[in-house]
């Protein structure tokens, strides 16, 4: 299965800007400054984030031989927990690489965002039924 967007650019490519704006009106604004640990917890709850400005450094453990892989994630990156469509931080540690924003997505606006953008939501993997 081919991977989900890793950007925002590449999940709303070719979208009219009034139509990218509203499918961003129920996204939720976060600010961390630089060395703020962004709170991944997979209890609380499914959610994508993009990175509006600024960046982020992403540590994930590997399990087989206790190396570490880091990246960093500028702008429009998109990363969370939402396993069903390609994307998990289980495990991982999120911080501010620099003074930055984010916009959270939760499951239910994406869940909002596939059911209006059919064309758009297709470039996720679809969920597993339950």
Do not use: F, H
């Not at 453990?61 to 994307?87: H, K």
Request: aromatic share 4%; with cysteine.
């Amino acid at each position: 299965m081919a991977a989900p967007p890793a950007t925002l650019l590449e999940l709303l490519a070719g979208r009219p800007a009034a139509e990218v704006i509203d499918l961003m009106a129920g996204w939720l604004p976060l600010a961390a400054a630089a060395g703020k640990a962004i709170p991944i917890d997979p209890a609380s709850g499914e959610m994508l984030l993009v990175v509006r400005r600024g960046a982020l450094t992403v540590v994930e453990a590997n399990e087989g031989d206790g190396e570490s892989a880091v990246r960093t994630c500028g702008p429009g990156a998109l990363l969370g927990n939402l396993p069903d469509y390609g994307y998990s931080l289980a495990g991982a540690t999120v911080t501010a690489a620099a003074d930055t924003e984010l916009l959270i997505l939760s499951r239910v606006m994406v869940e909002q965002l596939r059911r209006r953008y059919p064309e758009v939501a297709s470039r996720w993997r679809q969920p597993s039924p339950q």
